[in-house]
């Protein structure tokens, strides 16, 4: 079952965040019931957003830290070890952005935890297999020539982490809006869209038995938050993820809202591959079409599927869409409409994978402003 503080809690740690002069933010929801959703708004620094994000949520920050290490340690052993995940970090710390460390480590300052635990956490899917589904479609694909997205992430629902979802909206000094969908004290970015329009999504393609992975070059949860604040393009996201020293292998959909297109590229370092939309070059040919790029668990279904609704895909179409693609472990899903700039997001809950919940409606330009829109 969704886990939720009561009101008067949430209101005192609201109140404690605004009370201090490092912080600035505020904490809401969407959704109700076991589908509820946190949102917490957040600006300033680097440091300062962090420890409002810290101070705002601390008992599910706390809550998450110790369920999700401990339910990977039962499952992986020594290599979700102290040991192997401080060793992590030091491989992957060169590659990292300092104001990712600075997140992190305000977040740990204002939720009251070990530094050492936030980033342990975060190495933690450096270590382990997963698989996911990505789509995009636009233009004549469309029912409206609006470019919609899927993110299927396919990762256990065993760990707990569908307990606290949170979608942490970052309005930086520098730098673009964003939203980040992900889990209470992950700074990472599995999944989101920035007031831009780029939206991205991800697909783990490192194979079990090719365990310990090699590890020097940039997360992508760190990469996909550098894009979030950084990039206000198709072309810029996409240099971004050419210039990084990249590791594992990946899959990314990169969509772009405005100028309505996406690509999908083939991360598999030290290569890379990108392709658009009915590119003769892309792996799947012939199975490629016009205004739309896809990579996901079950591509027969997909390719089906976008035969069958071309150029009717609105957000309701393509969450049946997102359901029909997921892959047996489904933690969460998220359904994009860059060019509106709006999310329908699903969690896991109990029993139910996200695909068989409700997607929850989320607008990004509602929450651009620290303070709620009168």
């Known amino acids: ?60 920050i706390k809550a998450t830290l110790a369920s999700y290490i401990s339910a990977v340690r039962a499952q992986a052993g020594p290599l979700a070890s102290d040991a192997a995940l401080d060793q992590a970090w030091e491989t992957v710390k060169p590659y990292v952005n300092q104001r990712f460390i600075e997140e992190m480590r305000g977040l740990a300052d204002g939720a009251g935890v070990d530094y050492d635990l936030v980033r342990r956490e975060h190495c ?113 996201a996409t240099k971004m993820i050419q210039g990084a020293k990249r590791h594992k292998k990946y899959y990314y959909v990169v969509g772009d809202g405005d100028d309505l ?5 083939r991360a598999f370092a030290p290569g890379l591959d990108i392709w658009t939309d009915n590119d003769p070059k892309d792996e799947l040919m012939p199975k490629v079409m016009q205004n739309a790029v896809y990579v996901t668990m079950n591509n027969d279904a997909c390719w089906a599927d976008l035969h069958k609704n071309y150029g009717k895909y609105d957000a309701q179409k393509m969450i049946e869409l997102s359901r029909m693609v997921h892959g047996g472990a489904n933690l969460m899903d998220v359904v994009y409409d860059a060019t509106s700039r709006e999310m329908w997001v699903a969690y896991a809950e109990g029993s139910q994978g996200a695909y068989e919940r409700e997607y929850v409606h989320f607008k990004l330009s509602d929450y651009l402003s620290p303070e709620p829109q009168k």
Request: charged share 10%.
């Open 261 to 265: 297109k996406a690509v999908k590229i």
């Open 1 to 60: 079952m969704r886990r939720c503080l009561s009101f008067t809690v949430c209101l005192m740690i609201v109140a404690a965040a605004l009370g201090s002069a490092h912080a600035a933010g505020r904490r809401t929801s969407i959704g109700s019931g076991a589908d509820q959703i946190t949102v917490v708004v957040l600006s300033g620094t680097p440091y300062e957003m962090g420890q409002t994000y810290g101070q705002l949520m601390a008992p599910e």
């Open 124 to 236: 933690l899917s450096l270590l382990m297999p997963y698989a996911c589904s990505g789509i995009a479609v636009w233009g004549g694909a469309s029912a409206n020539g609006h470019l919609y997205q899927i993110r299927n992430l396919d990762f256990g629902t065993d760990l707990g982490l569908q307990q606290y979802p949170v979608i942490s909206v970052y309005l930086p000094q520098t730098g673009v809006a964003h939203a980040n969908v992900g889990f209470a004290g992950y700074v990472g970015s599995m999944a989101g869209m920035n007031a831009e329009g780029i939206a991205l999504t991800e697909k783990g393609a490192t194979p079990q038995n090719e365990m310990p992975y090699a590890l020097e070059g940039i997360p992508f949860f760190v990469l996909f938050r550098d894009i979030l604040q950084d990039a206000r393009s198709l072309s810029e």
